[in-house]
């Protein structure tokens, strides 16, 4: 049967074609109900009545953290080698323990003592290990949570529910819900950037989507292995046009945009469409500028050390410094920390790619007063056992010398934006296995960074298939005892 369709009519959306059925009124009393994906009305401006969905805005309430640097250890690092120290594992060391091992993605077997020295650190006496000796010096800014605990001892969900709050179906991010409760201090660069040198992590762009949300609220990928700028910035700069000639072609492309937008009512993939052409826009302004640390003083580039870690962690003080709302500082492509054999070399290695430039990361903010709006994360996806992993064919080449994953138990530490530091918050077991004291969640973890930046995360919410969704779904208790 053929269909009598004209073309030249604008289509329109469900919502226009009710309202254009008589409903309109009603309609209007059901927009509180119902809302569709991808509506926000956010303040902001632009040329010919353009409004950006990035305009700063005002949380539910005043907070110290106005914005995050994530320092993720994807691959998920040890515990009892950096935080949690284990002494009672040197005592058992190549000895069943005295209580059954729980179960892991793959079978472990005696204990496995740290190679790594602990000693005690500032007034509070937190003992860390070697591994961060530099970062230590801050030990009394910093609160480490010993009690963290997931949900599988698998990368790929554990990495979901640590960035999106949920690990099998798809939900915003942690940076994508920020940026849309915050929206950005800066309209000429992206509100949220992910680097991560060398590629991909496992799950690859699912840990900084925008999922349901408006998809100008993605993350910003920028593959931080690169050192020259148009090839770490790719695809901005405008080499035939000039600036101005650019506006113009811009507010034209954007009046444009804006009478096919009216034709088709509310339509989050056209507002992202429509937004990146304006931001692709003004990062040439900034962008450039932001990225290079070359321009930073001799002294500083010293302090953060040599190297891609130690680059791109000074790019994230430089991004946050200009008014990016959330900078997630991954450590590689796929997931270096998953140190399954030759722990002590690896570790090491990892550790000395990082220690000093978190250490000159949290000294630079400090000098430039920027510490106490700065909310700043480090830890992996879970922790690793504390007994050895065994051999698995294909898997660890034999060796005897690895941890395997472990959900059970593990350590995040958090410092800066209205963080009380100083303090060790829970406890696993006398071996590191598995929270006992005061256990956090990785959703009241993720409700008590939102109250750290001034949400209340059960009213952080957006409306989609007829539902209200949370970063924190419907889970998640602050830890007030964290907060200043």
Partial sequence: MAHNFDPSQPIISRRELLKRSGMGMAMLGLAGVMGDAGVLANPGGGEGGYQNPLAARPAHFPAKAKRV?????????SHVDTFDHKPALAKYAGQNLPMPNLTTERKTGAALPTPFKFQKYGES??????????????????AVIRSMHADVPNHEPSLLLMNCGESRLVRPSFGSWLTYGLGTENLNLPGFVAMVPGGYPIQETQNWQAAFLPGVYQGTYVNTQHTDIDRLIENVRNPWLSSSQQRKQLDALQALNAHHKASRGEDGALDSRIHSFELAYNMQSEAAEAFDVSREPKEVLESYGPGTQARQILIARRLIERGVRFVQVWHGEGQPWDNHDDLEVNHRRLAGETDRAIGALISDLKRLGLFEETLIIWGGEFGRTPTVELPTPGANAGKINGRDHNHWGFSTWIAGGG???????????EFGFKAVENPVHVHDLHATLLKLLGFDHTKLTYRYAGRDFRLTDVHGKVIDQLIA
């Avoid at 006496?125 to 230590?136: D, N, Y």
């Fill in 125 to 142: 006496g937190l003992e860390v290990s070697e591994l961060f000796h530099h970062t230590a010096q801050h030990i009394d800014d910093i």
């Fill in 69 to 77: 640097i994530h320092l993720f250890c994807n691959g998920g690092p």
């Fill in 419 to 429: 963080v009380k530091g100083g303090q060790a918050y829970g406890a696993t077991d």
